[in-house]
């Protein structure tokens, strides 16, 4: 088991309903969230098959991803489409998913 990606997995069916309710305020915000969510593990899903600088490569994607998701749910907040506790709810797995990237890409 890769544990990054089940982390990110588990984030990202946590992730569902904020961002089913980011869609419905804003669809392209909610759009741009669930896409960088999914690449988030899409990313550590590919990145486990490679070697050498092929697999970092797929961790620093994913790594900005996370940075893109987290930039997208601070949005949220400032627009109030969600809360800020909301937010810190889903960011303990996000944070988490966030330093096993770092510790896979360096």
């Given amino acids: 088991m890769f544990d990054a990606l089940e982390v990110s997995l588990q984030f990202l069916d946590q992730l569902v309903p904020l961002e089913e309710r980011i869609r419905r305020k804003s669809p392209r915000l909610g759009k741009q969230l669930g896409d960088a969510a999914e690449s988030i593990s899409l990313n550590l899903g590919e990145g486990r098959r ?13 790594a900005g991803s996370a940075s893109e998701v987290t930039t997208a749910l601070r949005m949220a907040v400032i627009r109030r489409f969600i809360t800020a506790d909301e937010l810190a709810a889903v960011d303990v797995l996000l944070d988490r998913v966030r330093a096993m990237l770092w510790r896979l890409a360096h």
């Fill in 50 to 62: 490679r070697r050498g600088g092929d697999a970092r490569h797929h961790y620093e994607m994913a």
